[in-house]
């Protein structure tokens, strides 16, 4: 199959992560595969880098004139992102047969209409994304919390979840991070999570500094890009005293080796579709600490993590405080995790999947043309 990929984001976060992982894995597979990606950034550098062939345009207009001249020479488009699935949707009528779509966000589609419960029709936003969903000739979603809103607008929906591959340890680049960032040898709490209102970093501060409050023996180290959030845990950090305490690292390039030094990781987030930070957490052996928003409950059901609150900063500190106290028991957890998330995370099973749908596709369209 000639398969194209679509993610024209700026960064590098899990949905380029996810991105990538397919490309290489349908490459591996024996299928000619292609990524639509944004000139200069780091998922089209990374793609380049690892031998795939990268289409890299500089904005959105000549993203979507590549499609419109070179979009049916492809047996596959697959958008990766809400908005490349907006260019194939209004090219759906010179592109059908071939759209698939990954949703990788759990967020109601209309917010206030979605907590005031209101029933009766669809409020505008609800219908013109309703439209656009109906464009993909298949739709996929990485946890049943990203397909709840779709299949609630009476779409069919596949879950197909993220994958996660572990990588080789790189003990110099460890050692660096750990004469970096905790030169006391302290104990490691730590996440990877950009500095968003959907992550919630706020309360996570918060937790930490209830934390702290009752031992001093380990250090809090927050990875991750800058966000809307950015000021105001610069902020709290500082008014709550906790420069020593909660180090706000920034952006990893490396983040899968930053779980080498981790004690336990926390993640805080209002909003997940299902976190793949936590599944990284899980096949490097860290146990997990994480709020029951969208997917996480998912992931850490049966045991294979603690789960608390969505905005609760006192569960939080006591779920911390546990995986410090109890590390015979904790690590018993991640054990367990990491065996499951090898077994049902891998990405060759993710690509098995995305085949299969690939491949009713093809079918469709062969028996149509018969």
Same mark, same amino acid.
């Given at each position: ?36 990606a944004r000139r200069g950034e780091e998922l089209a ?99 049943? /919390?990203?397909? &709840? %809103?779709?299949?609630? #607008?009476? $779409?069919?929906?596949? @879950?197909?979840?993220? +994958? ?29 999570? /950009?500095?968003? &209102? %959907?992550?919630?970093? #706020?309360? $996570?501060?918060?937790? @930490?500094?209830?934390? +702290? ?38 952006f990893e390039s490396r983040p899968e080796q930053v779980f080498r ?110």
């Open positions: 199959m000639r398969i194209l990929q679509l993610n024209f984001e700026r960064g590098w976060r899990g949905g380029e992560r996810q991105t990538l992982l397919t490309l290489q894995h349908l490459q591996e597979a024996g299928h000619q595969v292609s990524l639509l550098r990374r793609a380049r880098a690892a031998g795939l062939t990268v289409i890299d345009c500089a904005s959105a207009p000549a993203a979507f004139g590549y499609l419109l001249r070179h979009g049916r020479g492809f047996d596959i488009l697959h958008a990766q992102t809400a908005s490349c699935m907006s260019w194939l949707a209004m090219l759906h009528g010179w592109l059908r047969g071939r759209v698939v779509f990954t949703r990788r966000t759990a967020f109601a589609v209309d917010k206030q209409r979605h907590e005031q419960a209101v029933g009766g029709p669809l409020s505008t936003k609800e219908r013109r994304t309703r439209w656009k969903w109906r464009r993909a000739d298949q739709f996929a979603a990485i946890s049943q /919390a990203a397909a &709840a %809103e779709p299949r609630r #607008l009476g $779409l069919a929906v596949q @879950v197909i979840p993220s +994958a996660i591959q572990p990588l080789p340890p790189d003990p110099d680049y460890v050692a660096a991070l750990r004469s970096r960032w905790n030169p006391q040898g302290l104990r490691v709490l730590g996440t990877t999570a /950009a500095l968003t &209102a %959907e992550k919630d970093p #706020l309360t $996570l501060i918060r937790a @930490v500094h209830v934390l +702290a409050q009752r031992r001093q023996d380990f250090v809090f180290l927050h990875f991750g890009a800058e966000g809307s959030e950015t000021s105001a845990a610069q902020e709290l950090v500082a008014r709550l005293g906790l420069e020593s305490c909660y180090v706000l690292a920034g030094m981790l004690d336990g990781f926390v993640l805080s987030s209002r909003h997940e579709a299902l976190g793949s930070s936590v599944l990284d957490a899980f096949v490097y052996g860290v146990p997990v600490v994480a709020t029951m928003a969208g997917g996480l409950p998912e992931l850490l059901g049966q045991g294979r993590g603690q789960l608390c609150a969505v905005g609760d900063a006192q569960a939080l500190a006591q779920a911390m405080e546990s995986l410090l106290d109890q590390p015979d028991a904790v690590r018993q957890q991640a054990e367990q995790a990491r065996r499951w998330a090898l077994q049902e995370h891998s990405p060759a099973t993710m690509v098995q999947r995305y085949l299969r749908l690939y491949g009713q596709l093809l079918q469709a369209r062969r028996h149509k043309r018969a």
